[in-house]
C-alpha cells in the first residue's frame, strides 16, 4: 500500500497538461471566441486611424463626401467592436464555466474513489477548497486571460505599426510607451505573485479551522473555550488580511503610477506631435489617433496586470487539482472484462482460488490481518470465521480493539493487509466495489442521515422502494415515531440528522439499511443509543425480516448479543473467544469477565 502512494506521488501530471485536457472538449467555443475578439480589436484600432483621416480630411480638403465615408466607416468598426466585445465575453464565460465544472466534477469524483487514509491526508477543509475555490479562481482566470490579456500583444504590435506609418518618431514613442509600461507591469507582477500564491494556501487553513470551529461549536460552547478558538480565528484571518493588503499596496501604488503615467504620455505626444506637424512630417489629425493607441494599450496593460497575477494563483490551484487527480487510489476495482480471471488488486497478486463449497456461507475472513497506512503494529490479527446465512455473528471486544475496522473491510473501505475477505465466494478485491456493497447493508456507528426527507434517506437503500416497504422497514426497526410527525415519510431531515436524537437516528439508519435487499447486513454498535425495551424489541423484529440473509452485530453490551448463533471476543486484534453465549461463559475469560462486569452494573437485568 505504501509502495503504491509513492507510485502515485511519482506519476505526476503538469498543470498546462490538464488545463489543456479540460479544455479540449470546447474547440468550437475557443474558436469562436478568438474570431470574436479579432472583430473586437480590429474594430478599437479602426476607429482611432478613421478619426485621424476625418480630422485631416476635414482640415485640409474639406471633402464632405471623404468626411462622410470615414464616419459610416467609424459606425461600422464601432459596431463590429462592441458586437465583438459582448459576444467574446459570453464565449469566454461559457468556456470558463463549463471548464470550472468539469474541474470540480473531476475533483468530487476522485474524492470519492480515495480510501479513508488517502482523504484524511488531504483533509475534508482542503479537498473543500480545492473542489470550490480552487476551481472558482481557474474559471475566473480563464475568461481574464482570454479577454483581458490576449488582445494586448495583438494591439501593442498593431498599434505601433500605424504609428510608425503616420511617422517614425512617433512610432518610436509609442514603442517606449510599450516599454516602459511592461516594465512597470513586470515589476507588480513580480511583487506580488509569490504573496498571491500564498493567499490561496491560506484559504485553505481558513476554510479547515472554520469547519472546525463551526463542527464543534457546542463542545466549544460547553468548555467555555469561545475566546480561545476566536482568537484563533483572529490570528488566521489576521495573517490573511495582512498579506491581501500588501498585495492590494502594490496595486494601488502601480495604478496610480498608471494613470500619472498616462497622462504624461497624452503630454509627450501632444508635445512631440506639435514639432512633427510644424515640421510637415505629419497631419494635425494624426496626433488624436495616436493618442489613442497610447490610451489602448495602456489600458489594456493595466487591465491585464491583474489578470497576469491572478496566473500564477491558477497555477496553483491546477497543481493543487493534480495533487487529487494524481492520486492512484489504493482501493480500486479489479481491470474491466479480467475480474475473474486476471488480477486487478491493488498488490498485484492472483486473485485466491474459488471458495470451498458452503451453500450458507455469506462472507469469510480467511486468515485476516490488518495494519493502517501510519501505524506500527496490526490492528486485526489472523481473523479466522465465517458469516452464514440465516445466522447471526456478534462482535465484542474493548473499545479500539478493532470491530468497526472489520466492518470496514468487509465492505472494502480498507484492503487486508495479508490474508482474505470473501463475500458471496468472491475475495472482495476481486469484485467491483458497486457489486460488492449490492450485497451488503450497512448501518454505521455514527448513524449519519442526509439533508431532505425521511423518504430520500431511506430511498438511499434502494432507490425504487415503495412507500409502503419504507414504513415496513420504519416498524421492523421500531422507528414508530415517524408515524407521529405531521408530515410522516416527507418529514424533513437537517444535515446529519441534526434535528434528530441520537437513538432516532439510529433507528432511521437501520431503517435504511433494511429498504436494501442485501444478503449480508452489517450493524455497527447501531443499538447503543436505544433503550434496552427497544433494543430487544429491535432484535426479535429484525430476526424474521432477516432469515434469508447473515447478520453481523458489533456491539458493546453483552445483552444485545447473548441470542446470537456465534460470538466473535476480539482482545487487541486477535480472536480470543468463538462460540455462543453459553460457550464462551465456560470457556473464554475475556467474555466472562465483560458480561461479568456488565452485569454488576446491572444492565443484563434490564433485559
Ligand atoms: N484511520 C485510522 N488510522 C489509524 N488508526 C486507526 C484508524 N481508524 C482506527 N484506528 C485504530 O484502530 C484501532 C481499532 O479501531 P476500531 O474503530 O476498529 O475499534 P473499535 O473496536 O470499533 O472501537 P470502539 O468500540 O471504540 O468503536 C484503534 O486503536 C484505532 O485507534
Known amino acids: 500500500m505504501q509502495a503504491q502512494t509513492k507510485q502515485a506521488k511519482a506519476r505526476k501530471t503538469g498543470e498546462l497538461a490538464l488545463l489543456l485536457r479540460l479544455m479540449s472538449p470546447y474547440k468550437a467555443l475557443i474558436a469562436g471566441l478568438v474570431v470574436t475578439l479579432m472583430c473586437d480589436i480590429t474594430g478599437m484600432l479602426v476607429i482611432?486611424?478613421?478619426?485621424?483621416?476625418?480630422?485631416?480630411?476635414?482640415?485640409?480638403?474639406?471633402?464632405?463626401?471623404?468626411?462622410?465615408?470615414?464616419?459610416?466607416?467609424?459606425?461600422?468598426?464601432?459596431?463590429?467592436?462592441?458586437?465583438?466585445?459582448?459576444?467574446?465575453?459570453?464565449?469566454?464565460?461559457?468556456?470558463?464555466?463549463?471548464?470550472?465544472?468539469?474541474?470540480?466534477?473531476?475533483?468530487?469524483?476522485?474524492?470519492?474513489?480515495?480510501?479513508?487514509?488517502?482523504?484524511?491526508?488531504?483533509?475534508?477543509?482542503?479537498?473543500?477548497?480545492?473542489?470550490?475555490?480552487?476551481?472558482?479562481?481557474?474559471?475566473?482566470?480563464?475568461?481574464?486571460?482570454?479577454?483581458?490579456?490576449?488582445?494586448?500583444?495583438?494591439?501593442?504590435?498593431?498599434?505601433?505599426?500605424?504609428?510608425?506609418?503616420?511617422?517614425?518618431?512617433?512610432?518610436?514613442?509609442?514603442?517606449?510607451?510599450?516599454?516602459?509600461?511592461?516594465?512597470?507591469?513586470?515589476?507588480?507582477?513580480?511583487?506580488?505573485?509569490p504573496v498571491f500564491t500564498v493567499l490561496q494556501g491560506f484559504i485553505d487553513r481558513m476554510n479547515t479551522r472554520l469547519r472546525e470551529s463551526i463542527t464543534g461549536v457546542r463542545v466549544i460552547r460547553a468548555f467555555g473555550k469561545e475566546p480561545h478558538e476566536r482568537q484563533k480565528l483572529d490570528q488566521t484571518f489576521e495573517d490573511y488580511a495582512g498579506r491581501a493588503i500588501r498585495v492590494n499596496l502594490v496595486f494601488a501604488t502601480v495604478d496610480s503610477l498608471t494613470f500619472f503615467f498616462m497622462n504624461a504620455v497624452e503630454s509627450a505626444i501632444f508635445w512631440v506631435g506639435a514639432g512633427r506637424v510644424g515640421a510637415h512630417a505629419m497631419q494635425i489629425g494624426s496626433i488624436s489617433a495616436l493618442v489613442e493607441y497610447a490610451m489602448l494599450i495602456m489600458f489594456f496593460m493595466m487591465m491585464a496586470q491583474f489578470c497576469v497575477l491572478q496566473i500564477p494563483r491558477a497555477w496553483a490551484c491546477l497543481s493543487r487539482a493534480n495533487e487529487v487527480l494524481d492520486i492512484d487510489p489504493a482501493i480500486k476495482d479489479p481491470a474491466a472484462g479480467t475480474a475473474a480471471a486476471t488480477t486487478g488488486r491493488a498488490d498485484g497478486k492472483k486473485p485466491a482460488p474459488p471458495a470451498a463449497p458452503d451453500a450458507d456461507e455469506v462472507a469469510r475472513f480467511d486468515h485476516v490481518s490488518f495494519r493502517f497506512e501510519d501505524a506500527d503494529e496490526d490492528t486485526l490479527r489472523n481473523l479466522d470465521f465465517v458469516l452464514r446465512r440465516g445466522q447471526t455473528t456478534a462482535i465484542i471486544g474493548n473499545t479500539g480493539s478493532g470491530k468497526s475496522t472489520i466492518a470496514k473491510l468487509l465492505l472494502r473501505f480498507h484492503d487486508v493487509t495479508s490474508g482474505g475477505v470473501r463475500v458471496g465466494g468472491a475475495d472482495v478485491r476481486d469484485q467491483t466495489q458497486d457489486a460488492l456493497r449490492a450485497q451488503v447493508a450497512y448501518v454505521p456507528q455514527a448513524a449519519w442521515l442526509f439533508s431532505g426527507t425521511i423518504a430520500q434517506n431511506l430511498r438511499h437503500g434502494r432507490a425504487n422502494a415503495t412507500d409502503e416497504e419504507l414504513w415496513h422497514a420504519l416498524d421492523v426497526a421500531q422507528a414508530d415515531f415517524v408515524r407521529g410527525l405531521p408530515d410522516g415519510l416527507g418529514s424533513r431531515v437537517a444535515q446529519g440528522g441534526s434535528n434528530f436524537s441520537g437513538g432516532q437516528r439510529q433507528r432511521l439508519a437501520i431503517a435504511r439499511a433494511l429498504v436494501r435487499r442485501a444478503d449480508l447486513y452489517v450493524f455497527d454498535d447501531s443499538f447503543s443509543a436505544l433503550d434496552f425495551r427497544t433494543d430487544a424489541a429491535l432484535r426479535r423484529a429484525l430476526a424474521p425480516e432477516l432469515a434469508h440473509a447473515a447478520t453481523l452485530v458489533i456491539a458493546q453490551r453483552v445483552s444485545t448479543i447473548r441470542d446470537a448463533d456465534q460470538i466473535v471476543v476480539l482482545s487487541e486484534g486477535r480472536v480470543v473467544g468463538l462460540g455462543t453465549h453459553d460457550e464462551l461463559m465456560r470457556a473464554c475469560p475475556t467474555y466472562k469477565e465483560i458480561a461479568d462486569s456488565q452485569a454488576r452494573g446491572g444492565e443484563q437485568n434490564d433485559d
Open 48 to 193: 482611432p486611424t478613421q478619426l485621424s483621416a476625418l480630422l485631416n480630411t476635414a482640415i485640409t480638403t474639406r471633402d464632405m463626401a471623404e468626411v462622410a465615408r470615414h464616419g459610416i466607416t467609424m459606425l461600422v468598426a464601432a459596431l463590429v467592436g462592441s458586437g465583438g466585445n459582448v459576444i467574446s465575453y459570453r464565449l469566454a464565460a461559457r468556456l470558463a464555466a463549463n471548464v470550472g465544472r468539469d474541474l470540480r466534477c473531476e475533483v468530487y469524483s476522485k474524492s470519492l474513489e480515495l480510501s479513508g487514509y488517502e482523504f484524511g491526508q488531504l483533509g475534508a477543509g482542503s479537498m473543500i477548497t480545492r473542489t470550490l475555490s480552487d476551481a472558482n479562481v481557474v474559471q475566473q482566470t480563464i475568461i481574464m486571460s482570454f479577454v483581458m490579456i490576449s488582445p494586448v500583444p495583438v494591439t501593442c504590435v498593431i498599434a505601433t505599426i500605424m504609428a510608425f506609418g503616420i511617422d517614425p518618431v512617433m512610432g518610436w514613442l509609442l514603442l517606449a510607451v510599450i516599454a516602459l509600461t511592461l516594465g512597470a507591469m513586470a515589476f507588480a507582477v513580480w511583487k506580488s505573485a
